[in-house]
């Protein structure tokens, strides 16, 4: 029996890993944390507003990313699995202009203690196809150079797994 909120098409999975000269609890509460993920999350030139961070199994989140022309897209979801300060599981979907929802995908961010530092691992999954996987690299990959900034340290590939 197939489970939409977990199974995968590894065919259109985004792999980004960083290395952060930060301890894994520090980056984990930048992602958990409504006022530490508004600092960073978004791509460059981006404004972001938190609506809601229930950073528990079952909680729901949702922000708005403001786009420089002031452009508003909202996202949000539902955690999965929330394991401090190593894993967090959460699905992921757009809030379209139509009042529906994007197709869903799966975050899965993994943090482990590497030389002094975090090395993260982040997963998502199920992408419709290569043009929203492919924008999602870029928006995540920028996000991820913010991230670096706001724990005041630098980041380090590979960029892909």
Excluded at 47 to 71: Q, S, T
Excluded at 84 to 91: D, N
Excluded at 98 to 126: H, K, L, W
Aim: aromatic residues 10%; glycine residues 10%.
């Amino acid at each position: 029996m197939t489970n939409p909120e977990t199974d995968t098409d590894n065919t259109r999975d985004l792999v980004l890993v960083r290395r952060f000269d930060a301890p894994c609890d520090l980056v984990f509460r930048a992602w958990t944390d409504p006022k530490a993920l508004v600092q960073w999350c978004g791509p460059h030139g981006f404004k972001a507003v938190g609506d809601r961070l229930e950073a528990w199994p079952g909680g729901r989140h949702r922000a708005c990313l403001i786009a420089p022309d002031g452009e508003e897209h909202w996202v949000g979801g539902k955690y999965l699995e929330v394991e401090p300060p190593h894993r967090l599981v959460f699905t992921h979907a757009w809030e379209l202009a139509t009042g529906e929802n994007s197709p869903q995908t799966v975050v899965t961010i993994t943090f482990r203690d590497s030389d002094g530092g975090t090395e993260m691992t982040f997963r998502q999954s199920g992408f419709d196809s290569a043009s929203s996987l492919k924008g999602h690299e870029d928006g995540w990959s920028q996000s991820l150079e913010r991230l670096s900034f706001f724990l005041g340290t630098r980041s380090e590939g590979p960029d892909h797994a």
